[in-house]
């Protein structure tokens, strides 16, 4: 198992795994249709969209969570 100290890259990887899958997917069967080898060119298409997409989400997941804590009303705004 994967130390804790280590759990928001670890979260990052599986987010960024997954949601590149579907993208490239869906961007792949829009622009070659869904054709016979779509499988090749998925993969293919995925690989690049992970490589890209992992170090962009971990460079850019403080900003996120910066934007994220202002806009989230705690619940000590409330009155």
């Known amino acids: 198992m994967i130390n804790q100290k ?7 990887f ?6 590149s899958g579907i993208m490239s997917l869906v961007i ?6 869904f054709i016979g080898d779509i499988l090749l060119a998925w993969l293919k298409a995925w690989g690049i969209a992970f490589a890209a997409a992992f170090p962009a989400a971990i460079l850019i997941s403080p900003i996120a969570t910066k ?3 202002m806009a989230i009303k705690r619940d000590a705004d409330y009155h």
């Not at 280590?6 to 990052?12: R, W």
């Open 6 to 12: 280590y759990q928001h890259l670890v979260f990052v």
């Open 14 to 19: 599986f987010m960024t795994l997954l949601m």
């Open 28 to 33: 792949t069967g829009l622009n070659l249709g």
């Open 67 to 69: 934007m994220m804590n």
